[in-house]
C-alpha cells in the first residue's frame, strides 16, 4: 500500500478446502483495476477476507452500509463508481475452510431477495446498465432459487478453479 498510493483496497486469490472431503479449490479474482472494474459488474471482485484497504478512501464513499449479504461487494461498487483503483495479488494467500453448508447458505427465497436488492443498489448508481441489472437478475438471482446440490455443481464446475 505504500508503494501504490493510488490503490484503494487490494486483496489476493484464496483457496478453499474442504476437510470432510480433502478436495481445495481456488477462487480466483481478476488482478488489475481495469480488469476488477468488468468483473464487478457480474460478480464480487475481491475475496473479502483478504483485503486491506485505506480507510480515508472507504469513508469517503460512506464507508460499509447495511446491504444484508453484499455489504462488502456493495462497497467495492461504490469505490469503483467513484474511480477509485482496486487490485488483487495474482498469489493464494489465504486457505479457507469451507463446508457441506456453504451452498445452502447461499441459496434460498431470502439471499434471492438480498441479491435483488444489491443488484437494483448497484443499478440505481450506473454502475450497471439497464442490460446488465437483467442479465445478473436472470443469472445470478435465479440461481439462487436452486437445490443446494444444483448451487454445489454451479460453484465447483463453472465459479471456481478445481485443483
Known amino acids: 500500500m505504500q508503494t501504490h498510493p493510488l490503490i484503494s483496497a487490494v486483496g489476493c486469490q ?23 472494474y468488468r468483473y464487478a459488474k457480474k460478480r464480487n471482485p475481491l475475496n473479502h477476507m483478504s483485503v486491506m484497504f485505506r ?3 472507504i469513508l469517503a464513499v460512506n464507508g460499509y452500509e ?12 461504490k469505490l469503483l463508481k467513484r474511480g ?24 434460498g427465497f431470502g439471499y434471492f431477495k438480498r441479491e ?17 441489472f437483467l442479465r445478473n437478475v436472470l443469472v445470478r438471482t435465479c440461481m439462487r432459487l436452486f437445490p443446494p446440490n444444483a448451487l ?12
Do not use: C, H
Not at 447495511?66 to 461498487?77: G, I, M, N, P, R
Open 116 to 132: 435483488y436488492r444489491f443488484q437494483l443498489l448497484a443499478y440505481s448508481l450506473s454502475f450497471t446498465s439497464k442490460y446488465e
Open 152 to 163: 454445489q455443481f454451479i460453484y465447483e464446475k463453472i465459479l471456481r478453479n478445481n485443483n
Open 66 to 77: 447495511q446491504v444484508s449479504l453484499f455489504e462488502d461487494y456493495y462497497l467495492w461498487v
Open 14 to 36: 484464496i483457496e478453499e478446502y474442504d476437510p470432510k472431503i480433502g478436495k481445495t479449490r481456488n477462487k480466483n479474482v481478476p488482478i488489475t483495476s481495469a480488469k476488477i
Open 55 to 57: 480507510k480515508k478512501d
Open 84 to 107: 477509485y483503483k482496486l487490485y488483487n495479488l495474482p498469489m493464494n494467500l489465504i486457505r479457507a475452510t469451507t463446508d457441506s453448508g456453504f451452498y445452502s447458505r447461499r441459496g
